[in-house]
């Protein structure tokens, strides 16, 4: 295992601390990464658990998919990132994370939230009419 995380890096790691799970930056993200691995790598990796978060959601046990408009505001849809996150969305608008995380992409101020790039970068594109 050694060998591979020399070559290809590791994951993003989630420490869990004692505490409400509603507050801010309670826990702490570690990425084990390597030293060619920039800023923009890194918020990728995390755009693209955020967008498997945002597909897994769309599935119902029997296979059946869920269209976004129908999925329900549940806290079972929490941003995976939500415990970490310290995006200014996070702060001003905790209920979306924590509900509907797919909204984030239309609050105006979301810069730095992985889920709302992973919604953006996995929208298909407005065709004009």
Known sequence: MNEVIQK???C???QVRHGDDNEPQRDIMYDF???ENNDSIL???KMLRACFHFIFIH????GEIIKTEELNISPRN???FYTVCCASIRANNSNICAESPWKSMSINNNEGCYYA????ATNPPVLPD
């Open 43 to 45: 918020f990728g990796s």
């Open 59 to 62: 599935f119902k046990f029997s």
């Open 33 to 35: 990464c390597l030293p």
């Open 12 to 14: 993003t790691i989630i």
């Open 78 to 80: 929490k941003c995976p």
């Open 117 to 120: 790039a992973a919604i953006k």
């Open 8 to 10: 290809f890096g590791g």
